[in-house]
């Protein structure tokens, strides 16, 4: 009896060991996926992780075991810009009363932050933020997107979410911050080796607020090209592209500690320096996806990135492709290894400005000599001040100048040696000198009053841009036989608002089937021009003070669209973007074409940059024209040696500084000097240097 009563215990023993066994298995397991704190969804790429307490998460990219980090700082999910009593107060969502957490299968998690309190312990009682975190089924990208906010009554301006996600904490995590303004920049996360003498310059804005702050998407000034941004260490990366129904700006903090944040309390910031870049959602902005799609890329740096909303552009109907263009426009081949020559006759400002304008004999003149004595083999000519209107009005063509036959005799002279020309037109702006000014043409709010008042150059209402070209825009062609058509700043921004008027005027282009260009660009309009001035830098320094600048735009879209640099900041002038040397490297670096803006009196002093232009970036651009930019790399500490390759077989590296480097190679590229290696194989090697005249001293 007492033997049947063991092997009874036993096996009563043996099963709840069994039991407890699989239970303490289960519990493992569950623990991997929920806990108490912790809310889990993972694949085999990427695992997320929520903090029930914030809502705040985390990303583990599991190839290189990198964790992309929650806020850390203040482990804020997300900020909430709140209007109270006319100042503007940044809520931090993860103070909220109640923060919901539920994972909603094996991919997504749905959050929930209601009624968030203010920095005084008050309630916003009512506000609701709802949010989810998905996986989706390209294995590497999560979506994070804002669901809904209700605003109870509080005047809710914008929800920066997620914040501080993906920081890089600055000279502990060695990467950079990529942001695509302009042509694109990259600012990297430490400090040492640096660039040079201008280090203090740099270090020191780090500590102030010049170093955040917000940039806006499709601006013509400051903002983003493309709406994407991203971080990354020397071992992954991770980039986070904006739907394309969404138009959020970019919050930027490039290694501050966020004493901004401090000052007027009269205390010192207790936080790191770090790198972050957030989107900053508008809340008055209803009819789009609050949705941005972050993308974990292995090994990834800045051309990763790029490369990744590259596929995006293409998907969303943006790339249309130079080869494609010169098939429907064979004139479009002419834009190859073009130097464009803005010849400046103080016009739109000024019709017949005194001391600047020119006669199109004098135009015949510069144009023979650029072939002639220059020795130019492709050149685009873009003549400023051929109408006796002002803009909008670009006709007729002005007969104290020569009239239209001394001016055909001009676009003929282009004809003749492969070169394009077009005169300048504008049909945005009417300017308060022009004795015919008036407000007709202005755009209007909803109660009559005047919009972009204070806008000289973008005042006329978008809508009715496409008559006033319709007005003269066939008439020039007709009696000039017109090859190329430049239509200045209507295109040189994307407004947040319905852009059906720029729609329309530019399909109006396209259909003349013209080599068409415009200022700046932005990437909406590639299907409809061939080519952008200014898509580059501005000569302000907005964030070139402490970052790098990448080519980001480039590539993206070289083979799409052929750019060329900013009037305001042309190759010939010295600014913050560099001198003559600098920027034709980086043009040849780039796949950009040369820029040389001039008035006629000055054009002696152009002719040897014109040359040293045609000999250098010319050839390179030539062959580089209709391909695709595939890879950027900064090869020396100090970031001056880069290199870049195209699809062609085209490999260029260059010196941006005045220091003999060596490659990994072991190569040396001389101070501002330059290696292309063409797709045949043949090799152009040279350098910039200074020089200068004498004369013996004389005494007097």
Known sequence: MNSILMKRNDNFIRLLMALLFTLGTFMTYANAITTADKTVIENNKIKVTVDEKTGSFTVLEKET?????????????????????????????????????????????????????????????????????????????????????????????????PTRAFSLETDVDKGAAVIPQKQGVICPSYISPMNGGSFCMWDDATYYRKTSGKLPLFNNGIGLTMPWWGTHTEKTAVVGIVDVSARPDMFYNINNNG???????????????????????????????????????????????????????????????????????????????????????????????????????????????????????????????????????????????????????????????GYLYSSYHAYSATLENDPEFNTDLFARDKDGKLKNTGSRWANIDQNKQLGLAQKSLHKEIAALKLEADITDISFATFPDEDNTGLFNLAKYIDSLNLVNGTEHGQQQFIPYFDMFEGLTYLPNPNLVQFSHRAPLFNLVYHDAIAIFGKIQDP?????????????????????????????????????????????????????????????HEYLSDDFKVQRSNFSSGTEVTVNLGP?????????????????????????????????????PTKKI
């Open 65 to 161: 075991n990198h964790l992309w980090k929650d806020d850390p700082w203040i482990k804020a999910a997300g900020l909430l810009t709140v209007k109270k009593q006319g100042k503007m107060e940044n809520i931090n969502i993860s103070t909220s009363k109640k923060i919901s957490v539920v994972k909603d299968g094996d991919s997504k998690v749905k959050l929930t932050f209601a009624d968030p309190v203010f920095e005084d312990g008050t309630v916003a009682k009512g506000v609701v933020i709802n949010t989810e975190l998905r996986l989706t089924e390209q294995s590497n990208v999560l979506d994070v997107e804002v669901m809904s906010v209700e605003k109870g009554d509080y005047n809710l301006t914008e929800l920066r979410y």
């Open 259 to 417: 004493q901004y944040l401090f000052n007027s309390k009269g205390v010192m910031s207790p936080y790191k320096r770090i790198a972050f870049l957030d989107p900053v959602w508008k809340l008055n902005r209803t009819n789009e996806r609050k949705l941005i799609s972050y993308e974990f890329i292995p090994k990834g740096d800045h051309v990763d990135m790029a490369k990744s909303y590259r596929k995006q552009a293409i998907k969303d109907g943006y790339f249309v492709s130079l080869k494609d263009k010169a098939k429907r426009d064979p004139n479009v081949n002419k834009l190859q290894g073009a130097i464009y020559m803005g010849v400046y006759g103080g016009y739109p400002h000024y019709v017949e400005m005194p001391g600047m304008a020119f006669t199109f004999k004098e135009l015949q003149d510069i144009i023979k000599t650029t072939h002639d004595e220059l020795g130019v083999d492709n050149a685009f000519f873009h003549a400023w001040g051929v109408f006796s209107n002002f803009v909008p009005n670009c006709w007729p063509i002005n007969e104290n100048l020569g009239g239209v036959k001394e001016l055909k005799k001009a676009v003929d002279l282009t004809k003749k040696y």
């Open 571 to 631: 190759d010939n002038q010295i600014s913050i973007n560099g001198d003559f040397r600098v920027k034709s490297l980086r043009n040849i670096l780039f796949g950009m074409g040369t820029t040389i803006f001039f008035s006629p009196y000055e054009f002696d002093g152009m002719k040897e940059m014109i040359q040293i232009a045609n000999q250098v970036v010319s050839p390179v651009n030539r062959e580089t024209f209709f391909a695709e930019l595939t890879n």
């Open 659 to 695: 220091v003999d480097q060596k490659t990994k190679e072991g190569e040396v590229i001389p101070g501002y000097g330059y290696k292309v290696t063409f797709s045949d194989g043949k090799v152009a090697e040279g350098s910039f240097k200074l020089s200068y005249n004498t004369t």
